[in-house]
């Protein structure tokens, strides 16, 4: 009797079982990944979850077949993307060897088996994500490497990349970008999200970001990765606020915001109000010192945008003339000692009028208030007005103008009792303001060799809005003469004038920023994600706290 033969299951499978094959198929790709990647070393050892160094590249893998390679990428969703919040996987907490699932938008460790993106990816069914810090993109669990051009927006948005060609264009053309929604926005004016009591941040960083100079060198700085931490988190927030192809028209600070708290040791807080200009003069001196600045002028580029000279001289109050009235000027006596000295300064400080005691009405029974001339606040570096400021007689003279003049308009006081703002207006013009004619007669007899343009341009202008309260925040203040030698408080001494940090904020009250874009030549109003056009004549209706004015080099 003839023996049954058993049919040939393997050779018919493919027929009536299809689903045989692609199980088939999967495994080869496992196995060729697999082999790939030295999976005696069990996938990286490197990527497990519990490693605490940083990751090393795997071994290039095999290359896939087109339509296995682009397996997956359907599933991406980039609605549910946001790069802007720290860089920590949000099982572990750990900043190593951080991916992102690009289906879901969250942050989980590792690559490996027994890491939480492996796992992530079976459980959730999940399976494309990108490496944070390589720009690496892989399908888990199979991990394999998938390069598609279809992802080069996702890696930008990551991390923004800008030529020097493009970067010469942004103050040139002006363009006009969509985010994923179809919401329109234009590149450098896009809104920051509001941390608690993030405002006066946010005010800042648009103010600097603005700055063609300090925006240059944080769209071309090289060899970010080893860069210190702030000048890191502030390049990467500027790039992206620069970026055309956002995947949101609005940008979360949240990184720089947190570096800028540990850096100053919690002077400058998220939970708490703070002061505009004492924050943009920390932040000014601790980029130069991060980026290499040393006392030399062209040491950094922040001293290179900011920084003049003036003259300081200084006699004893009980030695100057002696005055008919009290509300006579000061008046220095040549006869006695005065002390002469050449300083560096990064802002210039005005002071305003005293505010009155009583309101004055005009004939209609309106409320007047007090207003003053932006040229006639700069007198004071003339070197014809003598100042009093802690028991002595000062007289400024400017030396050399920088290219980027930031004037800082002191309108708080505090008392043991209350905090009060100088309601004062000041009046001045965005164009052709002449800074110059307070140089020396003799630096404005020799022309341009000194001087290669005395007149000034507006180009950001931050406001405060409301009523101030006190501050209980902790913190050293920053003075002028300070004699202490170190490195921070040298750069803090170049501050123009007698500055004593403004410990007051705003508790139901607000700042914000008007921006001049210059490929374009209009005025924008910033506040937190508030981004409005608004006309030239409305920056005078806000109470003007910090200027920053650019040389008319043409």
Not at 350 to 362: I, V
Request: glycine share 4%; hydrophobic share 35%; charged share 20%.
């Amino acid at each position: 009797m003839t023996p049954l033969k058993r049919p040939a299951i393997e050779e018919t499978s493919d027929t009536y079982f299809p689903a045989a094959k692609s199980r088939r198929t999967e495994a080869q790709t496992e196995y060729s990944a697999a082999k790939a990647n030295g999976d005696a070393n069990a996938s990286d050892n490197d990527d497990n979850a519990n490693t605490s160094e940083p990751e090393s590249e795997p071994e290039p893998e095999e290359p896939c077949a087109p339509e296995i390679e682009g397996l997956y990428l359907d599933t991406v969703n980039r609605a549910n993307l946001d790069f802007d919040f720290e860089q920590l996987c949000s099982i572990s907490l750990s900043n190593n060897n951080v991916y992102a699932c690009l289906v879901c938008g969250k942050y989980y460790q590792g690559r490996g088996k027994q890491t939480h993106a492996y796992f992530h990816s079976i459980n959730e069914s999940h399976h494309v994500f990108i490496n944070l810090r390589t720009l690496g993109i892989y399908v888990l669990p199979d991990n394999y490497k998938v390069d598609d051009e279809s992802l080069n927006d996702i890696k930008a948005a990551v991390r923004p990349m800008y030529s020097t060609e493009s970067v010469a264009l942004l103050d040139r053309t002006c363009v006009s970008a969509h985010d994923l929604s179809g919401k329109r926005y234009i590149p450098g004016l896009v809104g920051l999200n509001r941390i608690k009591c993030s405002d006066y941040m946010n005010a800042v960083v648009q103010a600097l970001a603005h700055v063609p100079p300090i925006r240059d060198a944080m769209l071309l700085l090289p060899d970010l990765e080893h860069k210190p931490p702030l000048v890191r988190q502030m390049a990467s927030l500027v790039r992206k606020m620069w970026h055309p192809k956002l995947l949101k028209s609005h940008i979360s600070p949240h990184e720089l915001h947190q570096e800028i708290a540990n850096r100053s040791n919690r002077h400058f807080k998220l939970d708490s109000p703070g002061d505009a200009f004492e924050l943009l003069t920390w932040l000014l001196n601790a980029l130069h010192i991060d980026l290499g600045g040393s006392r030399k002028s062209s040491s950094s580029i922040v001293y290179q945008s900011f920084r003049g000279e003036l003259s300081v001289a200084t006699q004893q109050l009980q030695d100057t003339k002696l005055r008919a009235r009290e509300d006579d000027p000061l008046v220095m006596d040549d006869a006695k000692p005065v002390t002469k000295a050449k300083l560096p300064f990064l802002t210039l400080s005005l002071e305003l009028p005293a505010k009155p005691l009583f309101a004055d009405d005009d004939d209609r029974g309106e409320v007047g208030i007090p207003q003053v001339a932006l040229v006639s606040l700069l007198q004071r570096y003339g070197g014809s007005t003598v100042v009093e400021w802690q028991g002595q007689a000062k007289l400024y003279q400017l030396l050399k103008l920088p290219q980027y003049i930031i004037c800082h308009i002191k309108r708080f006081t505090k008392s043991e009792l209350a905090a009060e703002k100088n309601p004062t207006v000041v009046n001045y013009s965005i164009h052709n303001v002449p800074f110059g004619n307070f140089l020396p007669k003799a630096a404005l007899a020799k022309g341009s060799q000194s001087t290669p343009a005395t007149t000034y341009d507006l180009i950001a202008n931050i406001c405060h809005d409301g009523q101030p309260s006190l501050s209980f925040g902790t913190g050293s203040k920053a003075t002028l003469d300070s004699g202490q030698s170190s490195t921070t408080t040298s750069l803090a001494a170049s501050t123009a004038a007698a500055y004593t940090s403004d410990e007051t904020t705003t508790a139901k009250s607000q700042y914000l920023v008007y921006l001049r874009h210059a490929a374009n030549d209009k005025w924008y109003m910033l506040r937190d994600l508030q981004v409005e056009q608004v006309m030239p004549q409305m920056i005078f209706l806000s109470d003007s706290y910090v200027q920053i004015w650019q040389r008319n080099d043409n």
